[in-house]
């Protein structure tokens, strides 16, 4: 099978998506010259009126999507990184997230957001956020969080086609990771987690880049003959909380790996949700491996070492195993 | 403008100053939950504006809209059926006073953070045309609303993108307590319509006939693909900021408000419909008696229906629901 870029898998999301649906069209900032590919071409196939170049005004085109989507059409929205969200929270939480809801059903706001997580590459405070955990924590939004071209490409056309707002935290880490994409049509349901690698000692639920971090690890520790489970959620809002239980009831150990930071990350809700439900089952703590609660610094040495590691989450789970021996 | 025209305007304004006068009336005595922002005062920019464009068109408001789908002609029992919280309500009654839509007469929703209305209106004005209608879109805010980041984002893209939507400030002189006049830089709002090389253009919000006579000049350029306008209505309202909420604050003086009822436009419109020989004093009454039975039977309706469910609550945060929103 041929192999393609999760930005190149970006590419043909969207460009199946409009060529599908007359209705779907997308807007932001430099988009026209599709500065990181994922629109190449797209004005000449679609033309200048679905192929939409925003002015720098985040709030006020997040608004206007909304507003186009509660009346039939269908935006996507590049927002560019996801730190430039912030100056459009007002539309994303006080209209996007709550129209739905606040209007009683007579809104539809199918529209999807598109943010790129553009961490650990020496962008300082100001441009590296994770933000998705604040935005679990807005009811009416969906969320995904796709670790990798297969996965973006088929939750990105879901999320299309999907009649609520979600919100597409992509993994710029992962931009240029090669995978085999079939060239034929699928799509991934939200909602549904991905076990990446099977395993019986431990599970290891990881968010995003952070899947890769886990998968390395599992690696290490076979050599070890400790054999770890890695769940990647892929969509956070809704997320699928039975396959992490089942991982969690098969092993009795867990460890959430989370780019973000730690404090009410979406490790932290897994954690609770796993700490609620799957109690019984646990027979070690639950370990976060996020990152701290630090702002990021611009210096690489400075940086790096802030974000999961497959070295951390090794620890992480020697920890699971040593803490359920010891009280064995 | 045929009489049957001039009469529907007065009818449609004597429905927002008595649907507001009976929402101010269920504050006071409890059964009106929360607070009432009314539009009593400013009925008459509200239905020149809204008789300027068709039903089929979009409109968006504010924290100050009960008045503005009635303008569009919206039925005023499940109006306030919402303001009481009541299932029958626009919104199930998850919405209230301050966010009413009726998809059904255009209002595709009121905001209340103010400003945020201005780029959603902008948005269906873009649908309007990409799905290939000459509908436009009609948005309301007040005079506060235009120092927000949101209203200068929202005019830039309606007038870069040519958009069909009317902009409609509703200068009723103060933000709660602030005057327009302190916090405004430019001298008249419609002023700032020069930054987006639109039109902009002020007019007497307290004459229905002329606020529909340059909304409709302006519908008529947004249908034409001649893009967005600004349109400042000078008004005024005659309550507090809102009803319910207790404001020490004096802000204003006996004689600005008394000179503003002067010239209340229930009284100045009655007036003209009689001296231009629209109809008779004794037509008028009709019309003053059989909408305060409307309004008597909406508020009948709104007391009677009931509450929602409990359940209700934990319904609708998506069209498409997903599990475990408890
Ligand atoms: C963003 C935001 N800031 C403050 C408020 C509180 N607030 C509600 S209405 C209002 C005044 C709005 O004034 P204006 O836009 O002139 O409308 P009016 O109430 O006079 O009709 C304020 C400050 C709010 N709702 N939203
Ligand atoms: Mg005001």
Redesign the pocket.
């Known amino acids: 099978m041929r192999e393609i870029t999760y930005l190149q898998a970006i590419y043909e999301a969207q460009r199946e998506e409009m060529q599908r649906d007359a209705r779907v069209f997308i807007m932001g900032e430099d988009l026209e010259s599709s500065v990181y590919g994922t629109t190449r071409g797209f004005t000449e196939e679609f033309g200048r009126e679905r192929v939409r170049n925003t002015p720098l005004s985040e709030n006020g085109f997040v608004g206007a999507a909304a507003g186009a989507a509660m009346v039939g059409l269908r935006p996507i929205v590049d927002i560019n990184i996801a730190s430039f969200m912030y100056v459009a929270m007002d539309q994303l939480v006080s209209i996007v997230a709550k129209a739905t809801y606040m209007y009683g059903g007579q809104a539809r706001v199918p529209l999807v957001i598109r943010a790129a997580m553009f961490y650990n590459g020496a962008n300082a405070a100001q441009h590296s956020d994770r933000p998705y955990p604040m935005f679990m924590n807005m009811p009416g939004l969906k969320i995904i969080a796709p670790s990798s071209p297969y996965d973006i490409k088929g939750l990105l056309k879901t999320a299309i086609r999907d009649d609520d707002p979600v919100l597409c935290f992509e993994d710029a880490t992962l931009w240029f990771t090669k995978e085999a994409v079939p060239e034929e049509e699928y799509l991934i349901p939200l909602g549904q987690a991905a076990v990446k690698r099977e395993g019986r000692d431990v599970t290891v639920v990881a968010v995003a880049g952070a899947v890769r971090q886990a998968l390395d690890a599992a690696q290490v520790l076979a050599q070890e003959g400790i054999s770890v489970e890695v769940v990647d959620p892929r969509s956070l809002v809704p997320l699928d909380v039975a396959t992490i239980l089942a991982s969690v009831e098969k092993t009795g150990r867990l460890v959430v790996v989370d780019p973000a930071h730690q404090t009410c990350s979406a490790a932290s809700e897994i954690a609770a949700l796993v700490a609620e439900r799957g109690f019984w089952s646990l027979s070690a703590p639950i370990v976060r491996v996020a990152t701290p609660d630090v702002h990021v610094p611009f210096s690489p040495p400075l940086e790096r070492q802030l974000y999961p590691t497959s070295e951390r989450i090794v620890a992480a789970v020697r920890q699971t195993l040593r803490e359920s021996a010891a009280s064995a | 403008m045929t009489p049957d025209f001039l009469l529907e305007m007065y009818r449609r304004i004597l429905r927002i100053r008595y649907f507001d006068e009976a929402a101010v009336e269920l504050v006071r005595q409890g059964e009106l939950p929360g607070v009432a ?1 009314t539009t009593i005062g400013q009925e008459a920019e509200v239905v020149g504006a809204c008789m300027a464009v068709r039903v089929d068109d979009y409109m968006v408001g ?3 809209s009960h008045g503005h789908p009635i303008g569009k002609g919206a039925d005023m029992k499940r109006l306030m059926a919402e303001l009481l919280g009541k299932v029958t309500g626009v919104n199930r009654g998850k919405g209230g006073s301050m966010h009413l839509a009726d998809f059904s007469v255009g209002s595709v929703g009121e905001t ?4 945020s209305g201005v780029p959603v209106a902008a948005g269906a004005a873009l649908a309007a045309r990409m799905l290939g209608t000459d509908r436009v879109c009609l948005c309301f ?5 235009t120092n ?1 980041g949101a209203f200068h984002e929202g005019l830039n893209l309606a007038a870069i993108w040519k958009l069909p939507v009317i902009y409609l400030c ?1 200068n ?1 002189q ?3 307590t602030t005057p327009a006049a302190e916090v405004v830089a430019v001298r008249n709002i419609a002023d700032r319509a020069r930054a987006y090389d639109i039109p902009g253009v002020v007019v007497d919000g307290q004459d229905p006939v002329a606020v529909y006579e340059v909304v409709s000049e302006a519908v008529q350029r947004a249908r034409q693909g001649l893009g967005p306008s600004l349109i400042e209505a000078k008004t005024y ?1 005659y309550l507090e ?1 809102a009803e319910g909420l207790p404001i020490a604050a004096q802000y204003r003086t006996a004689e600005e408000v008394a000179a503003w009822k002067a010239r209340d436009p229930v009284v100045t419109f009655r007036q003209r419909l009689i001296q231009e020989g629209v109809a008779t004093p004794e037509a008028l009454d009709q019309v003053v008696a059989a909408v305060r039975a409307e309004v008597a039977e909406a508020v009948a309706y709104a007391r009677s229906s009931p509450y929602p469910d409990p359940e209700e609550a934990f319904t609708g945060v998506y069209s498409t629901p997903v599990g475990g929103v408890r």
Do not use: L
Not at chain 2, 141 to 145: I, P, Q, R, S, V
């Open positions: 922002h504010n924290h100050r209340s953070i103010v400003g805010f007040g005079d506060g609303a927000e509703e009723n103060y933000a709660v309202r900021h």
